[in-house]
């Protein structure tokens, strides 16, 4: 039987959405986690209809709560192994939002955090055609040795696209470094990344961080933020 997302909305302020940001929260969250978020980022993006969707899979180490794909250390492959059944689920998902609300991948932008961020990454570069926008908070680019090769597959339909990866310098559940070599790995793929390090942040995102989030979507959307509201760039 397949499998079908759902979870937490927040609609547009506009009567028919123009952008669509879907978030995809961590290991043993779920989608309650994240939407409050978009509550948020509502006046900097008037017209986005904002979804966070919970993770397919229960998660034994957190009772009530969801993953995309489990984490464990006995299993090097499993992240790599998770990201790629985790995207056929998500793929579909996000198929049927865009159909539902008339929009096509060049209005949706992806929000990860932790492991939500690891899919993010992987399915949002495998789409037919590339998102407005990639925003990836405490998380990293699954990038395997063997794998090499399969890391990234460039977007068919023009460029990759614009990403933004936020992380906390004192994270102790996937440490900082993480950030700098999922950049570097995007950068040998000639996927241009931006970054920013949030000074004594620990796993989590802080106020700065979703300012530049917000912002940067915004800007991915063709937004300029004018007196009061959004503008169309």
């Known amino acids: 039987m397949a499998v079908t997302l759902d979870g937490p909305r927040v609609a547009a302020k506009s009567t028919a959405p123009e952008q669509l940001v879907v978030f995809l929260h961590g290991y043993g969250a779920n989608g309650n986690d994240l939407i409050a978020i978009g509550k948020q980022w509502r006046n900097l993006m008037p017209g986005a209809a904002f979804v966070s969707p919970n993770a397919p899979e229960p998660c034994a180490q957190a009772p009530g709560g969801r993953q995309w794909f489990r984490l464990t250390v006995r299993d090097p492959s499993e992240r790599w192994t998770g990201v790629n059944k985790a995207r056929l689920v998500l793929d579909a998902f996000l198929d049927a939002e865009l159909d539902r609300h008339g929009l096509d991948d060049s209005k949706l932008a992806l929000v990860g955090f932790s492991q ?18 990639i925003l990836g908070y405490s998380g990293e680019l699954v990038a395997p040795a063997e794998h090499r090769d399969q890391v990234i597959a460039r977007v068919p339909a023009g460029k990759p696209p614009p990403i933004l990866l936020i992380h906390g310098s004192q994270d102790d559940v996937i440490p900082a470094e993480a950030l700098f070599l999922s950049a570097a790995e995007l950068a040998e793929a000639k996927i241009p990344c931006q970054w920013h390090l949030s000074i004594g942040l620990g796993h989590g995102i802080d106020g700065e961080g979703l300012v530049h989030g917000g912002l940067f979507l915004a800007k991915c959307f063709g937004l300029k933020q004018g007196p009061g509201a959004a503008t169309r760039l």
């Open 116 to 133: 939500g961020t690891m899919l993010a990454l992987h399915a949002g570069l495998r789409r037919a055609r590339a998102p407005a926008g």
